[in-house]
């Protein structure tokens, strides 16, 4: 097979980071090449010192054998590299044709020749199987052709090298396998495709060959055929199958013992979740186990009501509920402490005391303010139930570390009492001690009477807490492991499908 592209040794860091350490890509004429690991792995600076959004540190790319340096995404372009986002990045208010021919209009005469960019788009699109009419405005039409659209304008450019980067997030399954079809078809026209996904099921239809990064280094570049699926979790999680500790626990199963306490029926968001049903005891922790774009997430805000599901219903304690939005949730006892503490979680240039109180005062109503001692009093009592290492209650939470920050972000939703507390990956970024003490609070919440939704990334976390796992992959709800049934061994047995052992 003729090499397309090689990266070699590539390193990039930033400001205490060193996101690429000694990374090799090799790409051949005419393969579609899965490029996987979990957030963080390095996927996104691989491709944007690729494609001249950021520059190498060291090493060297060549393209076709000769050495190539892009400084731009429009040198990138030029070289014959071409990269299409999950977000289309095209105008929504110009045609397809135009969007097309941006940049490179034709004119005849000292005019731009329309009827002639009309016809070589609509020739361009047809390629691809692709027949819509091309005057018409790429806002009025679905996120799947708007992709294809930008598929096609990299081909028409001359792209040697094709990057999809999660290209199938927003689409459903019908509008999945149209893309497969033409990734297919450039296949056989010879262009090297990269596609980054999360989705397991996707690689195994579509690709070739596998590459793996983990924590900014190269894992490995493995044939689809020579990688089972189970290896691949392995991979990109940083544990061998047969290494992980079965650690076996006596735990309740509170589905015997317990009454439900919320109990969803056919939950679904088009192209973002496939319909589940879905329920969580009282005094029990459900955890939801899955890679990175499996779902979990998801399933967490349409039960918060952060997402709008398309349909299905909602009890709580028995009783049918319409949860609108958060404050409505908060209403019915939920609360929800997301996985992205410093965008979704903390005001940065609030205190501690401002931060631990926001969803009370939320809950209570803008007419009913709490006092500024009663503020004091709660702020006092969790800074010192919690441990959180503070100089004060009205010390800036962004001075804090990143685990007390999340000690204040649980503060702020146990002050309101709830019943339900979805925790969204409360531990990632904190050290050890922080982390074990917040995975104790956790259990002892939960003995207390309170349910927990927890999600997390991290398998020992989910043994060591959980009473019940739900294990996602690609959308689906897919197996569920209750009490003494959760282990390492079964939760990446179940993410790989069961198969490669």
């Not at 004429?29 to 996927?43: D, F, Q, R, S, V």
């Not at 294809?148 to 999945?176: C, G, H, N, Q, Y």
């Amino acid at each position: 097979m003729k090499k397309v592209l090689e990266m070699k040794g590539i390193y990039k860091s930033f400001p205490g980071v060193k996101a690429l350490s000694n990374v090799d890509l090799t790409l051949y004429e005419g393969e579609i090449h899965a490029l996987m690991g979990e957030n963080g792995a390095g996927k996104s600076t691989l491709i944007k010192v690729l494609t001249g959004v950021e520059s190498i540190d060291s090493g060297k790319v060549f393209l076709e054998g000769k050495e190539i340096v892009a400084n731009s995404t429009k040198e990138a372009q030029e070289l014959g590299i071409s990269t299409v986002y999950q977000e289309v990045n095209l105008c929504p208010n110009l045609s397809v044709a135009e969007n097309l021919y941006i940049g490179r209009e034709i004119i005849k005469k000292g005019f731009i020749d329309w009827k002639t960019i009309n016809k070589k788009a609509k020739e361009s699109l047809k390629k691809i199987n692709i027949d819509i009419d091309v005057t018409r405005t790429l806002d009025s039409y679905s996120v799947a052709i708007q992709q294809m659209v930008a598929i096609a304008r990299a081909v028409d450019i001359d792209a040697k090298v094709l990057i999809l980067d999660e290209p199938t997030s927003s689409l459903d399954s019908e509008e999945v396998e149209e893309l497969f079809e033409t990734m297919r078809k450039l296949k056989e026209q010879g262009i090297a495709i990269v596609f980054v996904t999360h989705f397991m099921d996707q690689v195994y239809r579509v690709s070739d060959r596998i590459t793996v990064l983990r924590n900014g280094e190269l894992v490995g570049s493995y044939s689809v055929t020579e990688l089972p699926r189970v290896q691949l979790v392995a991979k990109m999680i940083g544990k061998e199958f047969d290494q992980l500790e079965n650690i076996n626990q006596n735990k309740e199963d509170k589905t015997l013992i317990s009454e439900i306490f919320l109990d969803a029926k056919n939950i679904s968001n088009k192209g973002v979740i496939d319909s589940f049903d879905f329920n969580i005891f009282k005094g029990e922790i459900l955890g939801l186990a899955g890679l990175l774009g499996s779902g979990r997430t998801e399933i967490a805000r349409l039960l918060y009501g952060i997402d709008k599901n398309d349909n299905g219903s909602t009890k709580i304690k028995g009783k049918k509920v319409n949860i609108k939005n958060p404050i409505n949730a908060i209403k019915h006892g939920l609360s929800f402490c997301s996985e992205n503490r410093k965008t979704e979680g903390i005001v940065d240039n609030l205190s501690v005391r401002e931060n631990i109180i926001l969803a009370l005062q939320a809950k209570k109503g803008l007419l009913n303010n709490i006092s500024r001692k009663e503020q004091e009093e709660i702020a006092d009592k969790y800074i010192k139930l919690l441990n959180i290492k503070t100089s004060g209650p009205e010390q800036l939470i962004k001075n804090l570390s990143g685990g007390n920050q999340q000690k204040v972000l649980l503060a702020r939703w146990l002050i309101t009492e709830p019943d339900l507390l979805i925790l969204d990956e409360p531990t990632r970024g904190i050290d050890i001690g922080a982390k074990a003490e917040i995975q104790k609070l956790i259990v002892e919440l939960a003995e207390k009477g309170m349910s927990i939704l927890f999600i997390s990334s991290e398998l020992e976390e989910m043994v060591r807490c959980c009473n019940r796992v739900k294990v996602l992959r690609d959308r689906v709800i897919v197996n569920e492991l209750i009490s003494n049934e959760i282990s390492e061994n079964s939760i990446m047995k179940t993410i790989a499908g069961g198969q490669g052992l």
